[in-house]
């Protein structure tokens, strides 16, 4: 289990606007453009509660209050709870909270209120870097190569294949290829046969993730994943558009989801 830390969370206002512009030039749609074409859904002054919570490996520094950056970028009213867990529900419900976010070490949900949806994270995460990855306007082919097949790779590449993509998919654990190509019909990628690709989604806890060799001039990499899946001087070499960014995109993708 791969745990956020407060660096990672360091101006997460910068990194989010970084992303949007990013996501922006790569698909010709901002990140709240791409969530409304992905759920059908826009926000309508729903609150957001936040609550922060200590069990497990406990409260994260700089994780409720880059939540609360995070609403109020996207145009969400939101607040953080005084008081953590069941006190901090308690709280967040008793003032006036539609929707609430909350994480453990396990889950990080949204759940909604009024109408009863609930989103989880890890593949609300995967089916939105698999849409931008999807969108990318200079795209010379329908080949996807996804790197990484777990809770966040996994939902992604099932996106990318309903979407009408040809997914490659590579992860080194064998049973989670073998899931991907029975369930999904994904093609497994065969690391000795060299291809290169123009759009890459990747979901790994692992750095370097990306062989030099799938990568072509311009491409788009959407990634979650931390740490960074590629080097800075192979994102330079190869001029790749970077969609990356540690927490903002995957919540904004939850909320809308539950709309
Ligand atoms: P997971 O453990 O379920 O899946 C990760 C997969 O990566 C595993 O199946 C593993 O075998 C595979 N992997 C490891 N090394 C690899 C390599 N070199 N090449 C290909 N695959 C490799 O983890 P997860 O829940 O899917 O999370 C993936 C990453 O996404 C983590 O870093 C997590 O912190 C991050 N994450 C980021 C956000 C965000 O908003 N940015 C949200 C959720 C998760
Ligand atoms: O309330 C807190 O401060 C903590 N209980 C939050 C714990 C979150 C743990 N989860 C993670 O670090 C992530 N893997 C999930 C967050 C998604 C963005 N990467
Ligand atoms: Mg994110």
Same mark, same amino acid.
């Given at each position: 289990?791969? &745990?956020?830390?407060? /660096?990672?969370?360091?101006?997460?206002?910068?990194? &989010?606007? @970084?992303?949007?512009?990013?996501?922006?030039?790569?698909? #010709?749609?901002?990140? /709240?453009?791409?969530?409304?074409?992905?759920?059908?859904?826009? %926000?309508?002054?729903?609150? $957001?509660?936040?609550?922060?919570?200590?069990? #497990?490996?406990?409260?994260? #520094?700089?994780?409720?209050?880059?939540?609360? !950056?995070?609403?109020?970028?996207?145009?969400?009213?939101?607040?953080?709870?005084?008081?953590?867990?069941? +006190?901090?529900?308690? @709280?967040?419900? *008793?003032?006036?909270?539609?929707?609430?976010?909350?994480?453990?070490?396990?889950?990080?949900?949204?759940?909604?209120?009024?109408?009863? /949806?609930?989103?989880?994270?890890?593949?609300?995460?995967?089916?939105?870097? !698999?849409?931008? !990855?999807? *969108?990318?306007?200079?795209?010379?082919? /329908?080949?996807?190569?996804?790197?990484? &097949?777990?809770? $966040?790779?996994?939902?992604?590449?099932?996106? =990318?294949?309903?979407?009408?993509? *040809?997914?490659?998919?590579?992860?080194?654990? @064998?049973?989670?290829?073998? *899931?991907?190509?029975?369930?999904?019909?994904?093609?497994?990628?065969?690391?000795?046969?060299?291809?290169?690709?123009?759009?890459?989604?990747?979901?790994? %806890?692992?750095?370097?993730?990306? %062989?030099?060799?799938?990568? +072509?001039?311009?491409?788009?990499? +959407?990634?979650?994943?931390?740490?960074? !899946?590629?080097?800075?001087?192979?994102?330079?070499?190869?001029?790749?558009? =970077?969609?990356? @960014? %540690? &927490?903002?995109? #995957?919540?904004?993708?939850?909320?809308?989801?539950?709309?």
């Amino acid at each position: 289990m791969a &745990l956020l830390t407060p /660096k990672d969370l360091i101006n997460i206002n910068k990194q &989010l606007q @970084e992303a949007d512009s990013t996501v922006q030039r790569v698909t #010709g749609l901002d990140i /709240k453009g791409i969530c409304k074409a992905l759920y059908g859904t826009s %926000p309508s002054s729903e609150k $957001v509660g936040i609550v922060p919570v200590t069990s #497990g490996n406990g409260i994260i #520094g700089n994780f409720s209050a880059s939540l609360h !950056a995070i609403t109020q970028y996207f145009g969400f009213e939101s607040f953080v709870t005084d008081m953590p867990d069941v +006190s901090g529900y308690y @709280e967040a419900v *008793r003032d006036g909270a539609e929707i609430i976010l909350m994480a453990d070490d396990y889950t990080f949900l949204a759940h909604n209120l009024k109408n009863g /949806k609930m989103a989880n994270n890890q593949p609300c995460t995967g089916i939105i870097y !698999a849409e931008i !990855a999807s *969108r990318y306007l200079k795209a010379y082919s /329908k080949d996807v190569f996804v790197v990484g &097949l777990g809770k $966040v790779g996994f939902p992604g590449a099932a996106h =990318l294949v309903q979407k009408g993509f *040809r997914v490659y998919g590579y992860d080194p654990d @064998e049973n989670l290829i073998q *899931r991907a190509v029975s369930n999904l019909g994904v093609i497994p990628f065969n690391p000795e046969k060299p291809k290169k690709f123009s759009i890459i989604f990747e979901a790994t %806890p692992c750095a370097n993730t990306i %062989p030099e060799s799938v990568l +072509s001039e311009n491409c788009v990499l +959407s990634t979650p994943g931390i740490p960074c !899946a590629i080097s800075e001087e192979l994102q330079t070499k190869y001029d790749v558009q =970077l969609v990356a @960014e %540690p &927490l903002g995109i #995957g919540t904004v993708s939850m909320l809308y989801s539950v709309l």
